[in-house]
């Protein structure tokens, strides 16, 4: 089977050609069209802005993927059926990627597979490890979620916490912007922190032994609030040092809490695999946490994290999910939901 996948939730444009024989999975072209460099400008996104430049990029991103596939850009017909993010995310975004992706499967007669957008970055890592063993626990670290899922087998899921305020993605975000640095905050936190003190802060670790699986954020990013301002009372700007200390105490309070309570329900499900996703997941410091924590603790568990280009938002993981998880509806009843949980 040949899937062509469609993602536009957030301000990326993708298109990606995925190919599944039995248990054998292909990618064989991903395109992502990024608009960072606008929303980099205005310190965040957009909505309207990031829309205008995905209704330029759609075509040219399907064009491309083709292209990169099949050598020739003129093979829709090669393509078993599309699949297309459609929700969450933002409403113009998202009515791009569905209404192109309906238009398409109308005129060429595919079926069309609506995927739910999160369910998409757990899918990233079947991509690479078509084998994963079930039961699994998966950990979707975004900029909108903060997400603990047990799966139980294919399109088989249980939410079992989420977060209450600020997702992770968010809080490095915002944290960022708070202390001068540009969007999105999660890599530039990642860089600063290498050359910062992790301990000179004492920053809060929200809801890191509550009874639950659920996870806050927003604490953390009025802790970090207090801090800014009292260091610019004492000298004025921030040096270079405070702002690496500061990125060094975040990237480690936000990884012990997703660590702690991940390894926890780890623990009580009792799972064979934990599989990490989102775009927070291109954390290498974060990822290698997981990846030394999880085996020490729980031995025989196996750890699973897309790389990099796969974590952040793709079409490719929208085609994978909708692979393992092929539930065809008729075009005209796929609509948007901005607001789609689980
Ligand atoms: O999954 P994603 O691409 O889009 C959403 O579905 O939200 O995630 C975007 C989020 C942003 O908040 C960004 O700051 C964060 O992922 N991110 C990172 C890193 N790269 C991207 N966070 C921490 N470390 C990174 N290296
Ligand atoms: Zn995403």
Partial sequence: MT????ETSCDETSAAILEKHDEKITLKSN???????????TGGIIPENAAREQIKYILPVIKESLQKAFNTSDTLHQVDAIAVTYGPGLIGSLLIGVETAK???FVLDKPIIPVNHMIGHIYANW???PNIEFPALALIVSGGHTDLLLIESHGNYKLLGGTRDDAAGEAFDKIARLVGLTYPGGPIIEQKAKEGNPKRFDFPRPLIGSNDYDFSFSGLKTAVLREVKSLIANHQPLTT??????CAGVQKAITSVLLKKTLKAAEKY???????????AANQTLTNAFRQNSQYQIPGIKFYVPTKNLCTDNGAMIAAAACYNFHQIPWRDVTTDPELYY
């Fill in 270 to 280: 009792n799972v064979k695999s934990l599989v990490l996703s989102g775009g927070v």
């Fill in 3 to 6: 899937i062509l996948g469609i």
């Fill in 127 to 129: 991509i690479e490890n």
């Fill in 241 to 246: 040092d405070d702002i690496n200390d500061i």
């Fill in 31 to 41: 395109i992502v069209a990024s608009s960072l460099a606008i929303h980099t400008q």
């Fill in 103 to 105: 238009t398409l499967a």
